[in-house]
Structure formats: structure tokens, C-alpha cells
């Protein structure tokens, strides 16, 4: 089935480390974005990418970093430099500037 | 930022009535969209609607443009209880239509 998958769902971390969230999609769609959502907010935008090997930085980028090496593939990393992280963290792509095609989220908690 | 400020935050309507919610924007826009959230789920695209549309319908949705005021209304005819969720306007600016911003959402609960 075409679609996007995030993993993992659910993801704890201690303060101070690192953590990466997957998302892969084989919808093949150029554009790839991640958002975040906080409880009873809408979503903000940390970063996207409109073609491989190429990325911006959102509105809410500091404390993140991705990597677009393959066009299925965009990962998230939560580095420790994000001070609240706590969030549930969405991943979508889109064939070209119009509907965003979203994964069913995965939800990082800080302990 | 959010570009798009959905109005009302909340709405509880009874089954079979309308459901109306609104969104307003600040910066000229290439289109605009409307998705649909179920609660701890990813979002749905609803519908789209260009900048020199004023109106666009799909199946018991009806969305409106005025890019005059910068709003845009999503009225749901006939609701159901599958329709309680949260509803999100998103804008797509015209110097960068692939970055699009997200509005905060109505969350509509439609009682039985």
C-alpha cells in the first residue's frame, strides 16, 4: 500500500540525548516536511525538503536536524539542544506545491 | 508564526445540523486548504481552494475565499458523529507555495 510510515509511535528519551524519528514514503513525492503539534495547538513547521539532498529550515528549526539523502527517506533527529521536546512530532509529503499526504505521527516524551 | 487563525477554538453542535468554522490569514496566499485531524491521529486533506476560486464544494463540504478580508469558512451540511474532530486551515503563501502553515483548529464535537 502507498503511504507514509513513521517510527516509532510512542519514543522516550532522558535529557541530554540525541533521538531520531523515521519517516518513509513510497508515494514517490518529491516534498517532504516535519511538523510539530503540542497539545491543543496546531502544527508548526520545523523543516522540508522540495528535492534530495536539499532542505529549509521551518519556523521552529533550532534543536533539530534532518537529512534528505534518498527521496523516500527524510529523518528527524531531536538533538539535546531542544529544551522542551516533549511534542507529537508529524511527518508528510506532497507530489508538488498542494495537498500534504501526513504518517500517523509518532509521540517523543522527555522523562 | 501561524499564518491562519481558525474561529471558533471550539464548536459542539447537535447531529444533522451545520457546522461552520472560519479562518483567517495575514500575507497574500497561492492556495488554501482545509485537513481534518481525529484525536492522536495524522491529518486529512479535506479540500483545496486556489486564490482565484471563491467557492468549492466536496460532497457535504462547502468552502469559501475572500481574499478580500483574508477568510476563508468550512461549513459541514448535515453533520454526523463521525465528523467530531479537530479541523485545521492551512495557507500557502505565494513566494513559497510549498511551505505551508497551519492555523491552530477548531475542534468540533457533533453529539448524537
Known amino acids: 500500500d502507498g503511504g507514509i510510515t513513521q517510527s516509532p509511535k510512542y519514543l522516550f528519551r532522558k535529557e541530554g540525548q540525541n533521538v531520531t524519528l523515521s519517516c518513509e514514503q513510497n508515494?514517490?513525492?518529491?516534498?517532504m516536511y516535519w511538523y510539530r503539534q503540542d497539545p491543543g495547538q496546531g502544527l508548526r513547521l520545523i523543516y522540508y525538503s522540495q528535492i534530495v539532498n536539499d532542505f529549509q529550515k521551518g519556523d521552529i528549526a533550532e534543536g533539530y536536524s534532518v537529512s534528505r539523502e534518498k527521496k523516500e527517506s527524510f529523518p528527524l533527529t531531536v538533538t539535546s539542544a531542544q529544551k522542551n521536546p516533549t511534542a507529537f512530532y508529524l511527518c508528510a509529503s506532497s507530489p508538488l506545491p498542494g495537498e500534504l499526504f501526513f504518517g500517523e505521527g509518532s509521540r517523543l516524551t522527555v522523562l | 508564526s501561524q499564518q491562519g487563525e481558525e474561529d471558533p477554538q471550539a464548536l459542539s453542535i447537535q447531529e444533522g445540523e451545520n457546522a461552520t468554522m472560519n479562518c483567517s490569514y495575514k500575507t497574500s496566499i497561492n492556495n488554501l486548504q482545509w485537513y481534518r485531524q481525529n484525536s492522536g491521529r495524522g491529518l486529512v486533506h479535506l479540500i483545496l481552494i486556489r486564490s482565484n476560486e471563491r467557492e468549492k464544494h466536496s460532497g457535504r463540504l462547502r468552502v469559501t475565499l475572500d481574499t478580500s478580508k483574508k477568510s476563508s469558512s468550512l461549513l459541514i451540511t448535515a453533520s454526523r458523529a463521525a465528523d467530531t474532530a479537530s479541523y485545521f486551515c492551512?495557507?500557502?503563501?505565494?513566494?513559497?507555495?510549498?511551505?505551508?502553515?497551519f492555523g491552530s483548529g477548531t475542534r468540533l464535537l457533533v453529539r448524537p
Open positions: 492551512a495557507t500557502a503563501r505565494m513566494d513559497s507555495s510549498y511551505k505551508l502553515i
Open positions: 508515494l514517490n513525492h518529491d516534498a
